[in-house]
């Protein structure tokens, strides 16, 4: 599990981004801990978190106009979509489904946030040096 926790060389610099892949991380860890039952439960507040932070992040990208939001936001919409199969599955009682999908989820976080959100956090900086 070494590299799907949080650490702080992962920061952006952009604190609402950060807080968000930050939770998500920890919630990651608790949910790999958990039983079963409760995993079901907790694995439908992850997917709602994390529909949450897309959104939120997919409202700041609108607000600047950020060229590359057709991207950014159908990458966000194909892992919202194994997160939904998974789902699916976790509600029929396949609880191993849940578990493998969110195995696989930090390795495309960290990816995800090297690539689509580190430019997302430049253009954000760029906006904030300009003079209002």
Same mark, same amino acid.
């Given at each position: 599990?070494?590299?799907? /926790? ?16 930050? &939770? ?24 709602? &978190? ?32 194994? *997160?939904?199969?998974?789902?699916? &599955? ?10 493998? &999908?969110?195995? *696989? ?7 995800? /946030? ?19």
């Amino acid at each position: 599990m070494h590299d799907s /926790q949080w650490k702080e060389e992962m920061a952006l610099g952009v604190p609402a981004i950060d807080e968000a892949h930050e &939770a998500l991380f920890m919630a990651l860890a608790r949910l790999s801990q958990l039983g079963d039952h409760d995993f079901s439960v907790a694995f439908r507040d992850l997917v709602a &978190a994390v529909e949450r932070d897309f959104r939120e992040e997919e409202a700041l990208m609108e607000d600047i106009g950020f060229p590359s939001l057709a991207n950014h936001r159908e990458q966000h919409a194909r892992v919202l979509s194994g *997160l939904h199969h998974a789902w699916a &599955a976790v509600d029929e009682g396949d609880v191993a489904q849940g578990r493998h &999908a969110l195995s *696989l989820l930090p390795q495309w976080l960290i990816f995800h /946030q090297a690539t689509m959100d580190l430019a997302l956090a430049a253009a954000l900086e760029l906006l904030q040096r300009q003079p209002s």
